[in-house]
């Protein structure tokens, strides 16, 4: 008498086997786009920030300047002191600079106020694109980001100072003395002594 055949287990299984591998291969390319775009987009947001402080720091090289023709010739020099904003003919120029050494081109740049600062919103797009993936369309899309950068005053000074004598300025600590009657442009700390240029939040 022939023993009956057992059931070959193993063809059973293959077909969730493929099922399985399939799931994993999808979910490994997903992972592969998703990435692929975050890391687009955190280029696009450095090549932002970057241009953004770029244009805020040639901004306030440019108060700097104003301020150094303002002291002893201008009743009003004190108002550069709480970051009147410049006429910032470079900060254009100096945020499509880093811009380009961050492989981003510049799509607008625009002077603005946050909580009551000067500073520059700046919006970028990057120079290369996602990548071809399962995705259609993501060989030709470009990530882009928005940053603000702001100019904010560091020192502070007696509200009746006059502007005419001698005036003591606080900045985070540091004393600095400006004697409109005897002013040289030397007598002015480095621009980060009165100056900070950061992110705006």
Excluded at 24 to 42: C, E, I, T, Y
Excluded at 88 to 101: I, P, Q, S, V, W
């Amino acid at each position: 008498m022939t023993a009956p055949r057992r059931l070959d287990d193993r063809g059973q299984t293959l077909p969730i086997y493929i099922w399985l591998t399939g799931i994993l291969l999808f979910a490994a390319v997903a992972f592969f786009v998703f990435a692929q775009a975050a890391s687009a987009r955190n280029g696009a947001q450095s090549a932002a920030d970057a241009a953004a402080l770029a244009a805020a720091q040639d901004s306030r090289d440019e108060l700097m300047t104003d301020l150094q023709d303002a002291v002893g010739h201008e009743d009003d020099w004190l108002d550069w002191l709480d970051g009147k904003p410049p006429a910032n003919a470079g900060a254009d120029a100096a945020a499509r600079r880093l811009a380009g050494e961050n492989d981003a081109t510049v799509l607008g740049v625009q002077q603005v106020m946050r909580n009551g600062y000067p500073g520059f919103q700046v919006d970028v797009q990057t120079n290369y694109t996602v990548g071809k993936s399962i995705i259609p369309g993501t060989e030709s899309k470009h990530a882009k980001a928005q940053a603000i950068a702001v100019i904010e005053p560091r020192c502070t000074f007696a509200q009746d100072a006059d502007p005419k004598k001698l005036v003591q300025l606080d900045c985070d600590g540091q004393v600095v003395d400006i004697d409109p009657e005897d002013f040289h442009s030397d007598d002015l700390p480095d621009a980060s002594v009165l100056f900070s240029v950061h992110l705006a939040e």
